[in-house]
């Protein structure tokens, strides 16, 4: 099993450290050639802006669209949520050029810019259901989106609560309150839809894998769908794959 890991800008290196320490095979994509050797991939946190006009430089977005519909599982991180959504409020004067195919609509830098970060426990049942250990998840939130609707193919996974005051939408016209919009004081921070995940905070900032470990599972569970038909196909675990020489690397530092 190889996963693809967007290595345009941001988190990349992160990502690939915590997948070899589930004995996973992470490579660096940046041609849109290189997607045809992966069976899943991961669009890490970065710099939404900066990696939308790189990935339009390479001229990789119809290759990643193409990936997203096909069905091979795509995970987003931070910006790489907002690189799946369908809608994004928000963005820098211009917008910003979207993979899309998650049905919601995303708020780009929802919780603030980079002093305001922070650190949260999150609690998200179906991770702790599917991949044991503790009831919460810790969520670093970088200069984070928010997800502030979604469709009803699209399945919540995790909210964060936030002020009655906090803005969730505003434009150069308009700006609406959580008082005013919702009675709930709570946005949605991690969302699946088929094929598709995405967290709006940094899994891979942490030493808890179980996000990695899900998603890992959610590519053996599609390669075997595609391949039941197929008697050459051969499915691994991510207990069985060997990356050789990837396991001798350090890992990267990671926030406890």
């Not at 503790?134 to 997800?147: D, K, L, N, S, Y």
């Not at 699209?154 to 919009?181: F, R």
Request: charged fraction near 20%; proline fraction near 5%; include cysteine.
């Amino acid at each position: 099993m190889t996963v693809g890991v967007l290595a345009l800008q941001g988190s990349f290196n992160e990502h690939i450290a915590a997948l070899r320490r589930l004995g996973v095979q992470g490579i660096e994509i940046r041609k849109a050639e290189q997607l045809l050797t992966v069976s899943s991939l991961i669009i890490p946190g970065g710099e939404s802006t900066t990696m939308a006009k790189l990935a339009e430089y390479h001229n990789l977005f119809p290759a990643l669209r193409e990936f997203v519909k096909t069905g091979k599982p795509v995970w987003g991180t931070c910006a790489g949520l907002i690189f799946l959504a369908d809608r994004a409020v928000g963005q820098k004067e211009g917008g910003q050029e979207l993979v899309g195919g998650l049905d919601c609509t995303v708020h780009r830098n929802f919780f603030g810019s980079q002093i305001q970060s922070f650190e949260a426990d999150i609690s998200v049942p179906l991770l702790t259901s599917k991949e044991g250990g503790a009831e919460t998840f810790r969520g670093v939130f970088i200069r984070a989106p928010a997800v502030l609707d979604v469709g009803p193919g699209v399945e919540v996974l995790a909210h964060y609560p936030v002020p009655s005051n906090k803005v969730l939408y505003s434009s150069s016209t308009v700006q609406i309150q959580e008082e005013d919009a919702l009675p709930e004081t709570k946005v949605i921070v991690a969302v699946k839809q088929r094929n598709l995940l995405a967290t709006a905070f940094h899994p891979e900032l942490t030493a808890d894998t179980r996000w990695h470990s899900y998603f890992m599972k959610m590519t053996k569970e599609m390669e075997q769908g595609a391949s039941s038909s197929s008697s050459s196909s051969t499915i691994v675990s991510v207990e069985e794959t060997s990356v050789g020489t990837e396991l001798a690397k350090p890992d990267l530092p990671i926030f406890q």
